[in-house]
């Protein structure tokens, strides 16, 4: 995790929020790089899930929304965690956890059973023992709006806004059941403890659906094919299957309006935790909504006009950050370079000028990489070269994300397009205005190099990156 959490401080993918003062409690940013990928698989998500499917629509709503969408989904009264405070060093713990890590216990949800089984463990932090009573947080952040009286709250999960704008979308959209509303957008939470890196943040991104079902359907080969195409979707970007299992919800865990939840887990550095979750939320939501507004929320059936039902949903929730940590994850990769003399990984003409014999790399798939292709001149004063491969630069950026770099030596650059994942580096050299026009392109992945005529440039990355 270490050397993932340097490597993205030092090739601008994801920085400490506010390093200047200090930082800000396990807050981020999301550097260039870090943007653009977050970008990518934004965009991935929502071409495989919006775009590509004539079953599911786009919604983008508010980030305050009315107080009651909070006040009828439960937020308000049992959105909360459990925390203990240790009155020696005063570092405060999830006491779920906490029990956890120390007695090996499941007590979640229940305060007076953590409370107890604290006595007399140690804090972790100081090694004193001195707990106050575990008691519950409620996790959604309050703000206030001009002409509203009380709180208002940054909405804790993007699913809000989709069943608050459900009437309008059917009412606006000639959607059918079975059909799906899809919202990717910031969420709050004011977490007890925000850690492992962006795993657990206070501020961080969901792409979530709400799929609607009539309540008779036969939900479970739905629920079934949700699970395969979350999967499918993570293997797209990169995420190595083989680190990805289903949990199943135990039937005393689930939510009362619940089914069937199962999260996706992963296997990060840290250990196997959440990466998204699919739940059946029954009719819960629309009917709480409805109920609190007073709105009709209930659907007609466009074949049978007496035939009107409160949908029931099924709910394929992502972390974007979480997704994008496991494809950083799966991508990080520590390579061992064959010696130059044996003509191996190093042994071309430009990929020889490397010292070290272990390159780091990112392996994304083209798609989701940051940057498609890097463009060097060969030497950085030789206005010849460096004209030229600006001028492949300027046709390339108009169909690819690309990047000109002149600065070091190529082997040098070469590295540094490896570590922030780029597939492919196209390098300007004398044979290229003397001889050919022709320029050598490098793999990222087999360090190959061809010689590729500048004019079929465009062509061969749109076959290479499609
Ligand atoms: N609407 C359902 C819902 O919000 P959730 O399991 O609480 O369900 C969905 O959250 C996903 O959001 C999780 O699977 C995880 O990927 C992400 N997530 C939740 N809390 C997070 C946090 N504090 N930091 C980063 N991602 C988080």
Same mark, same amino acid.
């Given at each position: 995790?270490?050397?993932?959490?340097?490597?993205?401080?030092?090739?601008?993918?994801?920085?400490?929020?506010?390093?200047?003062?200090?930082?800000?409690?396990?807050?981020?940013?999301?550097?260039?790089?870090?943007?653009?990928?977050?970008?990518?698989?934004?965009?991935?998500?929502?071409?495989?899930?919006?775009?590509?499917?004539?079953?599911?629509?786009?919604?983008?709503?508010?980030?305050?929304?009315?107080?009651?969408?909070?006040?009828?989904?439960?937020?308000?009264?049992?959105?909360?965690?459990?925390?203990?405070?240790?009155?020696?060093?005063?570092?405060?713990?999830?006491?779920?956890?906490?029990?956890?890590?120390?007695?090996?216990?499941?007590?979640?949800?229940?305060?007076?059973?953590?409370?107890?089984?604290?006595?007399?463990?140690?804090?972790?932090?100081?090694?004193?023992?001195?707990?106050?009573?575990?008691?519950?947080?409620?996790?959604?952040?309050?703000?206030?709006?001009?002409?509203?009286?009380?709180?208002?709250?940054?909405?804790?999960?993007?699913?809000?806004?989709?069943?608050?704008?459900?009437?309008?979308?059917?009412?606006?959209?000639?959607?059918?059941?079975?059909?799906?509303?899809?919202?990717?957008?910031?969420?709050?939470?004011?977490?007890?403890?925000?850690?492992?890196?962006?795993?657990?943040?206070?501020?961080?991104?969901?792409?979530?659906?709400?799929?609607?079902?009539?309540?008779?359907?036969?939900?479970?080969?739905?629920?079934?094919?949700?699970?395969?195409?979350?999967?499918?979707?993570?293997?797209?970007?990169?995420?190595?299957?083989?680190?990805?299992?289903?949990?199943?919800?135990?039937?005393?865990?689930?939510?009362?309006?619940?089914?069937?939840?199962?999260?996706?887990?992963?296997?990060?550095?840290?250990?196997?935790?959440?990466?998204?979750?699919?739940?059946?939320?029954?009719?819960?939501?629309?009917?709480?909504?409805?109920?609190?507004?007073?709105?009709?929320?209930?659907?007609?059936?466009?074949?049978?006009?007496?035939?009107?039902?409160?949908?029931?949903?099924?709910?394929?929730?992502?972390?974007?950050?979480?997704?994008?940590?496991?494809?950083?994850?799966?991508?990080?990769?520590?390579?061992?370079?064959?010696?130059?003399?044996?003509?191996?990984?190093?042994?071309?003409?430009?990929?020889?000028?490397?010292?070290?014999?272990?390159?780091?790399?990112?392996?994304?798939?083209?798609?989701?990489?940051?940057?498609?292709?890097?463009?060097?001149?060969?030497?950085?004063?030789?206005?010849?070269?460096?004209?030229?491969?600006?001028?492949?630069?300027?046709?390339?950026?108009?169909?690819? =994300?690309? @990047?000109? !770099? +002149?600065?070091?030596? /190529?082997?040098? $650059?070469?590295?540094? &397009?490896? *570590?922030?994942?780029?597939?492919?580096?196209?390098?300007?050299?004398?044979? =290229?205005? @003397?001889? !050919? +026009?022709?320029?050598? /392109?490098?793999? $990222?992945?087999?360090? &190959?190099? *061809?010689?590729?005529?500048?004019?079929?440039?465009?062509?061969?990355?749109?076959?290479?990156?499609?």
């Amino acid at each position: 995790m270490e050397k993932i959490v340097s490597l993205c401080k030092r090739r601008g993918f994801i920085f400490p929020a506010c390093e200047i003062y200090g930082g800000l409690a396990n807050a981020y940013s999301y550097g260039p790089y870090g943007a653009q990928l977050k970008k990518n698989i934004k965009d991935a998500w929502w071409k495989k899930f919006v775009e590509e499917r004539a079953d599911i629509v786009g919604l983008d709503g508010p980030i305050i929304l009315h107080p009651k969408v909070w006040e009828a989904s439960g937020h308000t009264s049992g959105f909360n965690d459990a925390m203990v405070d240790c009155k020696a060093c005063k570092k405060r713990f999830r006491a779920d956890h906490l029990v956890e890590e120390l007695t090996g216990q499941d007590l979640e949800g229940n305060l007076s059973a953590m409370s107890e089984a604290l006595q007399g463990k140690k804090c972790p932090a100081c090694g004193k023992s001195d707990w106050t009573e575990v008691r519950t947080l409620n996790m959604m952040f309050k703000t206030e709006m001009n002409g509203i009286e009380g709180p208002v709250y940054l909405r804790p999960e993007t699913a809000g806004a989709i069943f608050v704008d459900f009437k309008n979308v059917i009412d606006s959209c000639r959607v059918k059941i079975p059909f799906g509303i899809a919202q990717i957008g910031k969420a709050f939470r004011n977490e007890i403890v925000a850690r492992n890196f962006i795993f657990r943040t206070r501020e961080f991104e969901q792409m979530e659906i709400e799929y609607f079902i009539d309540p008779s359907a036969d939900w479970e080969p739905l629920f079934e094919k949700w699970l395969s195409s979350q999967e499918e979707f993570f293997t797209e970007i990169g995420v190595n299957i083989n680190n990805i299992a289903r949990f199943e919800h135990s039937k005393e865990k689930l939510s009362h309006y619940s089914r069937k939840t199962v999260d996706l887990e992963f296997e990060y550095p840290f250990g196997k935790s959440e990466l998204c979750g699919l739940a059946h939320r029954g009719d819960f939501d629309l009917s709480a909504q409805a109920k609190f507004s007073g709105a009709d929320l209930q659907y007609t059936d466009p074949n049978d006009n007496a035939k009107r039902y409160i949908p029931h949903v099924l709910e394929p929730s992502f972390g974007l950050d979480r997704a994008l940590l496991a494809v950083l994850c799966s991508a990080y990769t520590e390579e061992k370079l064959p010696p130059p003399s044996e003509g191996g990984a190093r042994g071309g003409s430009v990929d020889k000028i490397t010292a070290e014999d272990v390159r780091i790399v990112l392996k994304f798939p083209p798609k989701i990489a940051p940057i498609k292709i890097a463009v060097f001149p060969l030497l950085k004063n030789k206005p010849a070269l460096v004209d030229k491969a600006k001028g492949i630069f300027e046709i390339l950026k108009k169909n690819f =994300t690309c @990047e000109f !770099d +002149d600065n070091g030596n /190529v082997g040098k $650059r070469y590295r540094r &397009q490896d *570590e922030i994942g780029t597939p492919y580096c196209v390098t300007v050299d004398f044979d =290229t205005i @003397e001889k !050919d +026009d022709s320029a050598t /392109v490098r793999d $990222r992945d087999t360090m &190959q190099q *061809e010689r590729v005529k500048v004019a079929d440039l465009p062509k061969y990355f749109e076959e290479k990156l499609k």
